[in-house]
């Protein structure tokens, strides 16, 4: 066992819920799609969840990146709008993806170029977390930069304190999710942000993960009345297509009109270095083919300033601008206490300030 490893499990409790336990000490772990079939000794896909004598261990009690951030950075566009989040992660993922701007937290154990992750992680408690996020502001606490389904337990725990403080909670998520796992998040978040990163199984494989499986999850995370944002980073030659993107956009619009979808700008990083930078003309025609297809809000990410009204929210009824964005910073706010356009009064879906 590595260093990095053996020192990252003294930073685990036993995963009471999302775990079922098999004959001969071996567990199925339920926190993410892959559902891990784990005998003592062994790993799960994520590297962090492992089985110890036929216990299921997941990572408990530290943060490897904390930061405040404007809600707008996760992104979340109808959550709060202008409101600061503090940000939390741990080590860990359980996709592998090429692109993985978090790479160097998120492929420890996986990658050895990332084995010196292991001096960001500081042992902290929910305490301590929610403690942090009402001395700075924080109207909201977030799980993310490295995969936060699969230290779910770790979340929930901060989740609950925050929500006695009267903090929302959100999930950052390529959501490679379960059943079991979204039930368990349910009571206790507000908002989940899903990555769609393709519309093609053999390109999500080629990540590590199941088309399926996040279609499922933007489904039932809706279904359950989580207020979900879905974003999809688009990479010239590798998801950006017309048909694809016409695929994603009616998927979503499927599910729900009112659903958000931020189609953000690629730049070349960790090891997908090939494709040149996701250009302005292919954002302005990823939303154009998003609002065809009949989404109410679709925003381009990534390229403040050069895409014009896609940062803003408009009343999709008479189309007043309610929110004007540049990058993460608003600059001006329409939506009235009841969550209304003020012109004709029609409600904007998304969790708003009283």
Avoid at 101 to 128: H, K
Avoid at 149 to 169: K, M, N, Y
Avoid at 299 to 325: F, I, K, M, W
Wanted: with cysteine; charged share 20%; hydrophobic share 40%.
């Amino acid at each position: 066992m590595s260093k990095l490893a053996e020192q990252l499990d003294q930073m685990t409790r036993p995963a009471e819920t999302l775990v079922e336990k098999l004959p001969g000490g071996a567990v199925r772990c339920l926190a993410c799609g892959h559902r891990c079939l784990i005998k003592p000794g062994r790993r799960g896909i994520c590297q962090v969840r492992y089985n110890e004598d036929g216990v299921l261990k997941a990572p408990w009690g530290y943060v490897a990146a904390l930061n405040v951030d404007p809600i707008e950075k996760k992104p979340f566009f109808h959550v709060l709008p202008g409101q600061d989040v503090l940000t939390f992660g741990m080590l860990g993922c359980d996709f592998h993806c090429g692109y993985c701007q978090n790479w160097f937290t998120s492929q420890t154990l996986r990658d050895p170029a990332s084995e010196e992750s292991l001096g960001l992680a500081r042992r902290a408690s929910p305490e301590q977390l929610v403690a942090a996020a009402l001395r700075s502001g924080a109207k909201l606490v977030a799980s993310s930069y490295n995969e936060p389904l699969i230290t779910s337990e770790w979340a929930v725990d901060v989740f609950r304190l925050a929500a006695q403080a009267g903090l929302q909670c959100a999930f950052v998520s390529n959501g490679n999710a379960t059943v079991e796992a979204l039930d368990y998040l349910r009571p206790h978040l507000a908002a989940y942000k899903v990555d769609l990163k393709t519309m093609q199984d053999k390109q999500y494989r080629k990540l590590g993960g199941v088309l399926q499986h996040v279609l499922d999850t933007i489904q039932r995370a809706h279904a359950l009345g989580l207020w979900v944002e879905v974003v999809t980073l688009l990479v010239p030659g590798f998801n950006d297509s017309v048909e694809e993107l016409w695929e994603a956009a009616r998927f979503i619009a499927s599910v729900s009109a009112d659903i958000p979808w931020h189609v953000t700008a690629f730049h070349p990083d960790y090891k997908m270095t090939g494709p040149d930078p996701t250009p302005v003309k292919g954002l302005q025609q990823a939303a154009e083919i998003g609002q065809e297809a009949g989404l109410h809000y679709v925003y381009a990410g990534n390229l403040s300033g050069r895409v014009g009204s896609l940062e803003d929210t408009h009343c999709p009824q008479c189309g007043t601008r309610l929110v004007q964005r540049r990058g993460f910073t608003l600059l001006d706010y329409q939506i009235t206490a009841q969550g209304t356009c003020p012109k004709c009064a029609a409600r904007i879906p998304g969790i708003w300030a009283g």
